[in-house]
């Protein structure tokens, strides 16, 4: 039987998804299984054709990369969002809320070649089958999606908050503690990683879809978190997504 051919693209990120992947050596025994037929940060090289499974890592940030997802869509079977960058617009989407021209200048010599819009995630576009979450994804999950894929299963994407993980940890919770944590608006599927390290969670997976924020924000507020601390912990990885919170 022909191995499923699998191609992993990357737009305006850090990369760091694929990173995760290439760390983890039960992704590599997977990959062993499947076609390869690109993946940037080892090779860059633009294979054309089907594809049966893309993982596509980053977010949109001009109408060529946009033009370029659309056409990986219309060549892939099964296509995976790699990352809070992909699901959310993640990091690269703070510039959405700055003045834009003057984080330029701050930062590069040259801004005339620089022509980026708003940093938006991919199922602006496109259709999504299937949104892996996270700043970068959580490696079980990776593994259980892939294996699910090989499988010919639907994966099903963690639709609980962080907060769920955490409490069958039986970890002391923060909130508790007077400090702050994210966890019980944002999607789980972490196993808690940060608060079982006693780091609260700064939400990387992103808001759940009934997630109560303004509930959230009354507590951060109750412990002495001003509106623009709020502002700026919230809009970290998902921005676009509490756009439409009075915040
Ligand atoms: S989701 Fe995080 S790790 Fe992945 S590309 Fe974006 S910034 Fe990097
Ligand atoms: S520490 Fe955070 S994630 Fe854990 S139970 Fe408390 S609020 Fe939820
Ligand atoms: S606990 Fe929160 S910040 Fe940490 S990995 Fe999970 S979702 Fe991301």
Same mark, same amino acid.
């Given at each position: ?46 294979? /054309?054709?089907?594809?049966?499974? %893309?993982?596509?890592?980053? #977010? ?7 033009? =370029? ?11 995976? #969002? ?44 496109? =259709? ?11 490696? $079980? ?5 892939? /294996? ?8 099903? *994407?963690?639709?609980?908050?962080? %907060?769920? *993980?955490?409490?069958?940890? *039986? ?9 702050? %944590? ?8 972490? $196993? ?21 924020? /303004? ?5 951060? *507020? ?6 623009? $601390? ?14 439409? %919170?009075?915040?």
């Amino acid at each position: 039987m022909a191995k499923p051919k699998v191609g992993v693209w990357s737009f305006t990120g850090c990369e760091g998804c694929q990173v995760e992947m290439l760390n983890c050596p039960e992704i590599m025994d997977l990959l062993d299984k499947v076609k390869v037929m690109r993946f940037p940060i080892l090779e860059e090289r633009d294979e /054309k054709g089907k594809y049966d499974i %893309c993982f596509v890592e980053g #977010a949109i940030t001009t109408k060529e990369e946009e033009e =370029k997802l659309k056409d990986v869509r219309k060549r892939t079977n099964f296509l995976v #969002a790699l990352g809070t960058c992909a699901t959310y617009g993640g990091i690269p989407s703070i510039k959405n809320f700055l003045d834009e021209k003057k984080v330029e200048k701050t930062v590069y010599r040259n801004t005339s070649y620089l022509h980026s819009e708003k940093a938006e995630p991919l199922e602006k576009f496109i =259709k999504v089958d299937y949104n892996m979450r996270g700043c970068p994804p959580d490696k $079980d999950e990776f593994v259980r999606v892939f /294996k699910d894929l090989l499988l010919e299963k639907k994966p099903k *994407e963690p639709d609980f908050p962080v %907060c769920v *993980e955490c409490r069958k940890k *039986e970890n002391p919770c923060l909130l508790e503690q007077g400090h702050f %944590c994210l966890g019980p608006v944002t999607h789980g599927g972490c $196993d808690a990683v940060c608060p079982s390290n006693e780091v609260m969670c700064h939400g990387c997976r992103g808001p759940l879809k009934d997630a109560n924020i /303004k509930r959230e924000i009354e507590i951060f *507020e109750k412990k002495g978190a001003t509106s623009e $601390d709020l502002k700026r912990i919230l809009i970290k990885f998902a921005g676009e997504k509490f756009r439409t %919170c009075d915040l």
